[in-house]
């Protein structure tokens, strides 16, 4: 089976939801025999999710991040041992970044997958690590048959309006406002 006509999805927000959603689509290709690929973003794996995906022979993952956590806050990057970026991120990510977005065009422009998911590519274009333009440049070269979807936080106006399909995640509670950290099998 191949996609007639592929769509720009978006899952954004700040609630939980937007990796497990493009998860889901994920699986539910592989049920029906299409091929898909994802690119995580400022993620290394060892999430649950990677594990159980290993196991499907047409779904592809790819990691490109670093083993550290990237914020604006200053309380928060005391806390958590996190790089703060005020201004540029460091160099090395850019680049890391930018590989995987390159290599999710050549995979998206090859038609060998049916779905190009590039999970938190939101987030990182509001970390600075990937410029607006490139993913606009994405979307817009995007064949007709291939679905692509780009999931994170903060996704940036222009994006929402290039997108067929946006969802946005609101968090109205979260267990971390009582202190209960992120547990394995639920938070990754």
């Known amino acids: 089976m191949r996609l007639e006509k592929g769509v720009v999805e978006v899952y954004t927000g700040n609630g939980k939801g937007k990796t497990t959603a493009s998860i889901g689509l994920a699986i539910r290709a592989s049920g029906w025999g299409l091929k898909v690929s994802i690119y995580y973003f400022m993620k290394t794996g060892g999430y649950g999710e990677n594990i159980?995906?290993?196991?499907?022979?047409?779904?592809?993952?790819?990691?490109f991040g670093k083993d550290y956590f990237l914020t604006k806050d200053e309380n928060i990057a005391k806390k958590y041992n996190a790089v703060l970026v005020k201004e540029k991120p460091p160099e090395d990510y850019v680049k890391l970044v930018k590989a995987g977005v390159e290599e999710a065009r050549k995979e998206m422009m090859s038609l060998e997958s049916d779905?190009?998911?590039?999970?938190?590519?939101?987030t990182a274009i509001?970390?600075?690590?990937?410029?607006?333009?490139?993913?606009?440049?994405?979307?817009?070269?995007?064949?007709?048959?291939v679905e692509l979807v780009l999931t994170g936080r903060y996704a940036p106006k222009e994006i929402i309006d290039k997108a067929d399909l946006v969802t946005e995640m609101l968090e109205i509670k979260h267990p971390y406002s009582k202190g209960i950290q992120a547990r394995k099998g639920i938070e990754y």
């Open 126 to 145: 509001f970390y600075g690590l990937v410029e607006i333009n490139v993913l606009l440049n994405l979307i817009n070269d995007k064949p007709e048959n």
């Open 52 to 63: 159980s995906l290993s196991a499907f022979k047409n779904i592809k993952q790819k990691f």
């Open 115 to 122: 779905i190009i998911i590039l999970d938190e590519i939101l």
